[in-house]
């Protein structure tokens, strides 16, 4: 089945970066758009970023410039890099793929941007 396994997140201070990786499994990754997406405490889900199977790129406006979003097709993996984080960064983020008829999740992982 679809297997999505995010991983990389944690603590930093603002300014900051990390590295976010999603590990995906059972179907054809290249083939696939992959989606960053975040939910803070108390809002709605919100998408960052997402990488199309042409390997272009769309962001939202709040991570414009200091986000990137990459693939690498052997791996069937798909990363997120945070550069210069704010605290408003803080939430937990998700890896997700619109397969087939439904969108799929992971399980998610939390980033906190705090000094």
């Known amino acids: 089945q679809v297997q999505l396994v995010e991983s990389g997140g944690g603590l930093v201070q603002p300014g900051g970066s990390l590295r976010l990786s999603c590990a995906a499994s059972?179907?054809?990754?290249?083939?696939?758009?992959m989606t960053w997406y975040r939910q803070a405490s108390g809002k709605e889900r919100e998408l960052v970023a997402t990488?199309?199977?042409?390997?272009?790129?769309s962001y939202g406006d709040s991570v414009k410039g200091r986000f990137t979003i990459s693939r690498d097709n052997a791996k069937n993996t798909v990363y997120l890099q945070m550069n210069s984080l704010k605290p408003e960064d803080t939430a937990v983020y998700y890896c997700?793929?619109?397969?087939?008829?439904?969108?799929?999740w992971g399980q998610g992982t939390q980033v906190t941007v705090s000094s």
């Open positions: 997700s793929v619109f397969y087939v008829t439904s969108r799929v």
């Open positions: 059972g179907f054809t990754f290249s083939n696939y758009h």
């Open positions: 990488i199309f199977s042409t390997a272009s790129t």
